[in-house]
């Protein structure tokens, strides 16, 4: 790579006046342009600033790079892909790198989830598999089923369906009245039953028969589909208590409601498989994926769905499109060239498998911080890792805020904040050596906050 390119694009884009109008997302703009976090450029496990400083990269750009930063196979494949196919109309045509990639996709997803439809997000997924699911219940003779149930604390995107499912409050409340006929269960922390806890707790499977009160409320044929993260990411990293799952497929099956795993982040590799399906021996209807599906590099998305549903869809003429929904960029030649190199990477490299021998190093190595000052709990499965901060006095996310800052500042670590919860996520090519490091500089970030 040419960094001197780099490194001018990045010295142009320093220049003060060029900072206001990038409304930046998920980001306190004013504060964030006084003093701003800067990044130029990223290779396997680093980010280098614009100072030139090397960073480590300790949630994978946001739950994404799973492969690490600028892999060469998957470089090359997007450059080829650019040259040889930039786009391709997305309706009514179709590319190989598109059918490959589905293939790859369903191949790699548990029993018959073997269909695979594409979107650029995970917002688009979830609203995508709200909308397959409604309308497969209208293609089934089932019309009257709409009801869609998510789960307090429970993230889904910022579509209008992801927010309605969802159960953050900032995300719904300055944004109408969502969608009608949403239900919300219980989430599934307890700190009380659940502090410390290495894997999914023991307690909490219970929670899963909140779905009958639902269905004993508005009766299942009012009910379309039931939406979880089999672990929560983002509302502070919430593994399943151990059967939470399977109790939830069970009610869904007594009861003919589709059951959707939002597998945003725990897909491809997170958790140590392919997806958290797996991992949990529990097959749902669908599963919605982005992110980590070409290491974050191209926008991708989709929703990959069993066999049931989508043959529900080829019943009709021929010649009439079965299901009214799609994107423009939906299944992008770059996107999928980029999730083939990016998929035989984690092949090659064993990179699935190496987060299950990973798994209790880092998990040891979390906990070594439980005694640090203002620690509430932490929390590890797969190479996620959540870590709760006591809030200080003067408002909930300004003591993980500042240890989010001055971890990249004083640290040289980026570190992901929710509230007064930090997660770790980092890329699944780290060594043990640098578990230790990041370890090591979270802590010292925690003690400069106490
Ligand atoms: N679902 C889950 C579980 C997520 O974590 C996210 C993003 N963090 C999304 C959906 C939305 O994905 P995107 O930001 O690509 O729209």
């Given at each position: 790579?040419?960094?001197?390119?780099?490194?001018?694009?990045?010295?142009?884009?320093?220049?003060?006046?060029?900072?206001?109008?990038?409304?930046?997302?998920?980001?306190?703009?004013?504060?964030?342009?006084?003093?701003?976090?800067?990044?130029?450029?990223?290779?396997?496990?680093?980010?280098?600033?614009?100072?030139?400083?090397?960073?480590?990269?300790?949630?994978?750009?946001?739950?994404?790079?799973?492969?690490?930063?600028?892999?060469?196979?998957?470089?090359?494949?997007?450059?080829?892909?650019?040259?040889?196919?930039?786009?391709?109309?997305?309706?009514?045509?179709?590319?190989?790198?598109?059918?490959?990639?589905?293939?790859?996709?369903?191949?790699?997803?548990?029993?018959?989830?073997?269909?695979?439809?594409?979107?650029?997000?995970?917002?688009?997924?979830?609203?995508?598999?709200?909308?397959?699911?409604?309308?497969?219940?209208?293609?089934?003779?089932?019309?009257?089923?709409?009801?869609?149930?998510?789960?307090?604390?429970?993230?889904?995107g910022v579509g209008f369906g992801g927010i309605s499912v969802g159960g953050i409050v900032s995300n719904r409340k300055f944004f109408g009245t969502l969608l009608a006929g949403v239900d919300h269960m219980?989430?599934?922390?307890?700190?009380?039953?659940?502090?410390?806890?290495?894997?999914?707790?023991?307690?909490?499977?219970?929670?899963?028969?909140?779905?009958?009160?639902?269905?004993?409320?508005?009766?299942?044929?009012?009910?379309?589909?039931?939406?979880?993260?089999?672990?929560?990411?983002?509302?502070?990293?919430?593994?399943?208590?151990?059967?939470?799952?399977?109790?939830?497929?069970?009610?869904?099956?007594?009861?003919?409601?589709?059951?959707?795993?939002?597998?945003?982040?725990?897909?491809?590799?997170?958790?140590?498989?392919?997806?958290?399906?797996?991992?949990?021996?529990?097959?749902?209807?669908?599963?919605?994926?982005?992110?980590?599906?070409?290491?974050?590099?191209?926008?991708?998305?989709?929703?990959?769905?069993?066999?049931?549903?989508?043959?529900?869809?080829?019943?009709?003429?021929?010649?009439?499109?079965?299901?009214?929904?799609?994107?423009?960029?939906?299944?992008?030649?770059?996107?999928?060239?980029?999730?083939?190199?990016?998929?035989?990477?984690?092949?090659?490299?064993?990179?699935?498998?190496?987060?299950?021998?990973?798994?209790?190093?880092?998990?040891?190595?979390?906990?070594?911080?439980?005694?640090?000052?203002?620690?509430?709990?932490?929390?590890?499965?797969?190479?996620?890792?959540?870590?709760?901060?006591?809030?200080?006095?003067?408002?909930?996310?300004?003591?993980?805020?500042?240890?989010?800052?001055?971890?990249?500042?004083?640290?040289?670590?980026?570190?992901?904040?929710?509230?007064?919860?930090?997660?770790?996520?980092?890329?699944?090519?780290?060594?043990?050596?640098?578990?230790?490091?990041?370890?090591?500089?979270?802590?010292?970030?925690?003690?400069?906050?106490?």
């Amino acid at each position: 790579m040419d960094t001197g390119t780099t490194m001018r694009a990045a010295n142009d884009v320093m220049a003060p006046n060029d900072l206001s109008s990038w409304w930046m997302p998920f980001t306190a703009n004013r504060a964030f342009k006084q003093n701003p976090r800067m990044i130029v450029g990223a290779k396997d496990m680093h980010y280098t600033t614009p100072d030139g400083r090397q960073v480590i990269d300790g949630i994978a750009g946001l739950w994404s790079c799973n492969a690490g930063h600028a892999r060469d196979p998957i470089v090359a494949a997007i450059q080829r892909q650019a040259a040889e196919l930039d786009y391709s109309p997305a309706f009514q045509f179709g590319h190989p790198h598109g059918f490959a990639a589905a293939a790859r996709i369903a191949q790699m997803a548990p029993g018959d989830l073997d269909h695979v439809f594409f979107t650029n997000s995970g917002s688009e997924a979830i609203d995508t598999a709200l909308k397959i699911a409604l309308a497969y219940w209208n293609v089934s003779g089932q019309g009257q089923k709409t009801r869609l149930i998510g789960r307090e604390r429970g993230y889904h995107g910022v579509g209008f369906g992801g927010i309605s499912v969802g159960g953050i409050v900032s995300n719904r409340k300055f944004f109408g009245t969502l969608l009608a006929g949403v239900d919300h269960m219980p989430h599934t922390y307890s700190r009380e039953h659940q502090a410390f806890t290495k894997g999914e707790p023991d307690w909490g499977a219970h929670l899963a028969d909140d779905l009958e009160r639902i269905v004993a409320l508005h009766d299942a044929s009012t009910i379309a589909a039931v939406v979880v993260e089999p672990m929560a990411g983002s509302t502070g990293v919430l593994p399943p208590p151990k059967g939470y799952l399977k109790r939830l497929r069970e009610i869904c099956d007594k009861h003919g409601i589709l059951l959707v795993f939002d597998e945003v982040i725990s897909g491809f590799g997170r958790l140590g498989f392919a997806f958290a399906a797996e991992r949990y021996g529990v097959v749902p209807d669908m599963i919605t994926f982005a992110k980590a599906v070409n290491s974050g590099t191209v926008p991708m998305g989709g929703v990959i769905v069993r066999s049931h549903v989508h043959d529900a869809f080829m019943k009709g003429p021929e010649h009439v499109i079965e299901l009214f929904h799609g994107y423009t960029y939906s299944g992008h030649p770059l996107a999928c060239a980029a999730a083939l190199a990016t998929l035989d990477v984690y092949r090659d490299e064993n990179l699935f498998e190496r987060v299950r021998t990973l798994e209790p190093i880092w998990a040891d190595a979390m906990m070594s911080l439980r005694e640090l000052p203002n620690v509430l709990d932490i929390r590890t499965v797969g190479l996620v890792g959540a870590i709760d901060l006591a809030s200080r006095e003067d408002g909930v996310g300004k003591r993980a805020f500042e240890a989010m800052d001055r971890a990249f500042r004083e640290h040289d670590v980026v570190i992901r904040i929710t509230a007064d919860t930090i997660a770790l996520t980092p890329p699944l090519i780290i060594s043990e050596d640098q578990i230790g490091e990041i370890v090591d500089k979270v802590g010292r970030v925690i003690r400069a906050v106490a």
